[in-house]
């Protein structure tokens, strides 16, 4: 009985991989869609959502099995919850990497990033797939230490949004409906990275069976 819980809950872990290495891919895509006005990465994303959501059905279900059948307590039990809410973050930044891609398919065949903002966008692209790989070791390696080192990656998310709201509000000449995508993609990428940080926290938690 307990080989087989051991077994299931191995399984759980292993979508939840798969999920976060999809979701990884999924913004590192984007934001390369983003900046050189490339459709068929962006389609790409999009469509590729479906399989993130797929996972997390799959989780879900899993996660479920587990309890009808192996009634599970204490720690057990807060193994099979904890990837429930990991697999809810996961699924939050796979939605929000196909927002990106959504942008940046509405406003082809030109940039939705003007040049002033490219290396903005450039940046928190970098800092989201940084984060984003995190949380795919501290899920394949339970590494408490990778997993509190999610909110300082989180604090750099949170300045490069500062920034670009300073450059959209010092001397904007590309319209509203410009700084309207660059409010919602700054958004984007800042909850993204909001999410990767939870999925840490869900981590240390189940690795450490405290909060922070």
Known sequence: MREAFQAELAELGQLLVSMSVSVRGAMQEAT??????????????????????ALHHRVEERAFEVIARQAPVAGDLRMVLTA???GGELERMGDLAQHVAKIALMRHPQHAVPEELADVFREMGEVAYRMADKATTVLEQRDATQASELERDDDQMDALHRRLFEVVLDDWK????????????????????????????????????ETT
Do not use: C, M, W
């Open 32 to 53: 390369q869609a983003l900046l050189d006005a490339n459709r068929p990465i962006a389609d790409i994303v999009v469509a590729g959502d479906a399989k993130v959501d």
């Open 84 to 86: 429930l809410r990991i």
């Open 174 to 209: 590309h319209g509203v409906e410009a700084a309207i995508d660059a409010a919602l993609l700054g958004r984007f990428y800042e909850r993204y990275a909001d999410h990767a940080v939870n999925a840490g926290k869900q981590i240390l938690y189940l690795v450490t069976g």
